[in-house]
């Protein structure tokens, strides 16, 4: 299909697993009464972002992935006939976890999963703590309406994830997010941090020609400490906003996308016809200090 309408859901969250599942639904439902045929929710959607601390307890939030929630958003998904993007706390098997998105085809298949790759640990991100490293690599899927791929939230400030993800024909590129600011920070570093979080991941449009679609969540969360930026948007396959959301409100956009103009940007400018495959090797090394 030339002309896919993509779905967005930003959101709040609260400490209710089944109250932020029904939500999601809700607004799934929404998306797809819009005519969204793709929807994507934010990182971690069931629960609030619980890795600002190191708590064991939270482990009884993961589930098996595909398992309960990824049922019931099939269900939805046959019955709207939409594709669902939907990221999920995934307990592997006993002391084995993973911070996962699976995709359900429109029809309520489900297709698979992908695991985050990189995963981070700073104040109030303590990740590492409760997910290990996606070792499913990088992947596609091809749905009713598009090839996409799908990279979670730490994963947008690698370009080679991106590359990758684009090189296996990925027609869009979905990151669910989860970022926010400490609410003791100035504007100055506010607008800082957002820029940058933006600005990279419409780099990795430009330089692979493909649409990328960010979905952040939004809204106060631990005890007022942390205020997630919301700012969700659209980038066409040259880096221009198509669609930008508010820092502070929750907001369902359905936005069309036309996947012709990845062979026409990547025809005018044509980055994948001058790589130089051949000259990469260095890139698998940490850091190159040595002859």
Not at 56 to 64: K, M, V
Not at 82 to 91: D, G, M, Q, T, Y
Not at 185 to 205: F, G, K, L, M, V
Not at 227 to 235: E, L, Y
Request: net charge negative; with cysteine; glycine share 6%.
């Amino acid at each position: 299909m030339s002309k896919v309408k993509v779905g967005l859901v930003q959101m709040s969250c609260t400490a209710n697993k089944e109250e932020n599942l029904q939500k999601a639904v809700d607004k799934v439902r929404e998306a797809a009464d819009k005519g969204a045929q793709i929807v994507c929710l934010q990182e971690l959607f069931t629960s609030l972002y619980f890795c600002d601390v190191e708590d064991y307890d939270n482990f009884n939030l993961a589930e098996a992935v595909p398992g309960p929630s990824t049922e019931t958003l099939g269900k939805v998904a046959a019955e709207k006939g939409v594709v669902i993007i939907a990221s999920l706390f995934e307990k592997r098997t006993q002391g084995l976890y993973h911070n996962t998105t699976a995709v359900i085809d429109a029809d309520g298949t489900y297709l698979g999963k992908y695991r985050k790759m990189h995963i981070p640990d700073d104040p109030a991100y303590y990740e590492k703590f409760y997910f290990t490293p996606g070792d499913l690599g990088y992947k596609v899927f091809k749905t009713k309406f598009a090839t996409i791929g799908v990279l979670i939230c730490w994963d947008q400030w690698y370009p080679e994830a991106a590359r990758i993800t684009a090189l296996m024909g990925a027609e869009i590129l979905f990151y669910p997010t989860a970022i926010g600011w400490a609410t003791s920070q100035d504007e100055a570093t506010n607008n800082e941090q957002y820029n940058a979080w933006q600005t990279i991941q419409r780099s990795h449009a430009v330089a692979n020609g493909i649409h990328v679609v960010s979905v952040n969540r939004v809204g106060l969360e631990q005890n007022g400490a942390m205020k997630f930026w919301g700012g969700s948007f659209v980038s066409n396959p040259f880096g221009n906003l198509t669609y930008l959301a508010s820092h502070d409100k929750e907001e369902t956009h359905v936005q069309e996308l036309d996947l012709k103009l990845s062979d026409r940007y990547r025809t005018h400018w044509p980055f994948l016809r001058d790589r130089r495959i051949d000259s990469y090797q260095p890139i698998t090394k940490r850091y190159i200090d040595e002859d």
